[in-house]
């Protein structure tokens, strides 16, 4: 096992652990998340049938990881709702997750396009993080979502088109926007 | 504002920086290991709790019917101690069971108080191939039903009717430590076996009675040459005479010899009268010699002049006599008595009858009492039961007169 733990760390690790801090933007959540990916991984080693790359495959369950998260928070927050006048008192609420430094350092612009990535939907930014920050091809992108390529690019321009859009709103002081 | 392009905003994500993980490598394969190596439930959580639970409610089902059933046994037994096993016991048949007043509920739990006490009733209901499995459960259930059919009728002690050709005859119990008047009818008195009724010998045989009613008084004549040795047997000698001739409620009994003389009884001394049986003089208990079946009423003498309340407390006393015991159950409570004219009310507390027998034995012994205490009926309150056998314990019970029938 730790051999195997050793080849995924060494090969894939740092580009893991990039798409989970651009999908969830927390620090500290992203390493458990982490740890999840590769829990899962190991356990399901003997069921990796080989049809798909070793990538594409560790990237796929990091998908699920990230997606299973969002579905806890949402069912947590509806729960919450049900006592909460949100309408009233949610804007209130900010984000209290901590920018990390890396981005913190970083001009006006990055800062305003990682904040804009929140506004995008998790399939947008899926596609986003997969294409621009880790620089995947449009193939590789769609293996990994199970997607075809073409469902790739309309959820690229999509996406491009909606944080162009969140940029703007951000620009102007009108704060969240709702995505198409 | 700014105007951005595809190309501008593909060039910003391209430059948002790597975030560094800070765990280390070892650090995070340490984690992920203990939780891959972690050992799987293989059982589901709920398993071992729920078969705790069935297990627990499976001894309950087995042992709450046997300790119910064990309650109900150890309530007879604890009845025939006091009393009159054979008679407590056989008391217990569809035929005999009390009425009880449907409108309160405590007569309910009555009904199934004296029910839980018959012990082999329910047996008789199921059908042989429910509840026989072999030949020898099969005799001993034949053998409860031969039992049960002889012990259909319930031992009533007292006669209530005006039925004549019954006369008194006293006995002396096994020691003489009590004399058990009884009656019979007068066929069959020379025919009697007292041994056969767990009694001694008459303390009287050899005397004659000359009873004139008209005066009140009864000459006894004993035998010229009579002795008598012992206290006890001189103390038994003079309460049978005086239960002999209770009947004939006399004021003066004369004792003599043959020849007219004052008659020599032991430690006694000379004796020319006894004194007739006063009211309030006797509580009724009850005697039944040991491996007997037979029980009697027994007049037990109490010191001092008692009220009847008193009376009813000396009737639960313990003690009186060898084959001697309370007809009262020891948790029957007398919270008070009342009187009106010749009517006295029994307010009383108890917690369940052991049969309907040990009921009805109480109830006698107690009407019999209070006949001697100079009432003529007694209300029973607080018993529950509303009617049963002869007596409607709703209505005021008229004392016997007689006690103790003997029929053959």
Redesign the interface.
């Known amino acids: 096992?730790?051999t195997f733990?050793?080849e995924l760390?060494e090969n894939y690790?740092?580009d893991l652990?990039?798409f989970l801090?651009?999908m969830v933007k927390d620090?500290s959540l992203?390493?458990d998340l982490?740890?999840d990916v590769?829990?899962r991984v190991?356990?399901s080693y003997d069921s990796f049938s080989g049809k798909s790359s070793e990538k594409t495959w560790l990237f796929s369950i990091a998908r699920h990881v990230a997606i299973d998260y969002f579905r806890k928070q949402k069912r947590k927050r509806n729960r919450f709702m049900e006592f909460f006048d949100w309408s009233e008192r949610g804007e209130e609420i900010k984000d209290q997750n901590k920018m990390?430094e890396?981005?913190a350092v970083?001009n006006d612009?990055?800062q305003r396009?990682?904040q804009a990535l929140d506004k995008c939907t998790v399939d947008q930014r899926s596609v986003?993080v997969f294409r621009?920050?880790q620089?995947m091809s449009i193939k590789e992108t769609a293996e990994i979502l199970s997607w075809s390529e073409s469902k790739v690019k309309t959820t690229q321009h999509r996406a491009?088109k909606a944080?162009?859009g969140i940029?703007?709103d951000m620009?102007?002081g009108r704060g969240d926007r709702e995505e198409a | 504002?700014?105007k951005?392009n595809?190309e501008d905003?593909?060039k910003?994500?391209?430059?948002?920086?790597?975030?560094?993980?800070?765990?280390s490598?070892e650090m995070?394969?340490q984690?992920?290991?203990s939780?891959?190596n972690t050992p799987k439930r293989k059982v589901a959580p709920w398993l071992f709790p729920g078969l705790a639970t069935i297990a627990v409610l499976l001894v309950l089902a087995v042992f709450i019917p046997v300790f119910f059933s064990n309650s109900g046994m150890l309530t007879v037994e604890d009845s025939a101690d006091r009393s009159n096993e054979s008679a407590e016991s056989s008391s217990a048949t569809e035929e005999a069971t009390p009425s009880f007043d449907s409108s309160t509920s405590e007569s309910e739990e009555e009904s199934a108080e004296i029910k839980k006490a018959e012990p082999s009733s329910e047996d008789k209901e199921l059908p042989p191939e429910e509840n026989i499995e072999s030949s020898e459960q099969e005799k001993e259930a034949k053998h409860e039903e031969t039992q049960k059919e002889s012990e259909t009728e319930l031992d009533s002690l007292v006669l209530m009717s005006e039925e004549g050709g019954f006369e008194t005859v006293s006995y002396p119990g096994k020691n003489a430590e009590v004399i058990l008047p009884t009656l019979q009818k007068q066929q069959d008195s020379n025919a009697f076996s007292p041994e056969r009724y767990g009694l001694a010998e008459r303390a009287v045989g050899e005397l004659e009675y000359e009873v004139d009613e008209t005066e009140g008084s009864a000459v006894v004549t004993f035998p010229d040459g009579f002795t008598a040795s012992g206290s006890a047997w001189v103390s038994a000698i003079i309460e049978s005479i005086r239960w002999d001739l209770e009947k004939f409620q006399l004021e003066k009994i004369s004792l003599q010899t043959e020849s007219g003389n004052p008659v020599g009884l032991g430690s006694y001394g000379e004796m020319s009268e006894v004194p007739v049986i006063q009211e309030g003089e006797y509580i009724f208990q009850l005697y039944q010699y040991e491996g007997s079946s037979e029980r009697f009423l027994a007049p037990i003498s109490v010191d001092g002049s008692p009220t009847f309340q008193d009376a009813l407390s000396l009737m639960k006393e313990k003690g009186r006599g060898l084959y001697v015991s309370p007809a009262i159950p020891e948790h029957v409570q007398f919270t008070s008595t009342t009187e009106e004219d010749a009517l006295v009310n029994v307010n009383l507390q108890h917690e369940a009858w052991a049969s309907e027998q040990q009921l009805l034995t109480m109830i006698e012994a107690i009407l019999v009492t209070a006949g001697h205490f100079g009432f003529e009926k007694v209300k029973f309150n607080g018993m529950n039961v509303r009617e049963f056998s002869t007596y409607d314990l709703e209505e005021p019970i008229e004392v016997p007169e007689r006690i103790n029938p003997i029929v053959e």
Not at chain 2, 12 to 18: D, F, M, Y
């Open positions: 096992m730790r733990f050793d760390y690790h740092h652990f990039q801090i651009y620090r992203a390493e982490v740890q590769y829990v190991m356990k990390p890396e981005i970083q612009e990055i396009v990682y986003l621009f920050i620089g491009m944080l162009k940029l703007e620009e102007e | 504002m700014k951005r595809d905003i593909k910003v994500l391209g430059k948002l920086p790597s975030v560094e993980d800070r765990q490598k995070l394969y984690k992920v290991s939780r891959v």
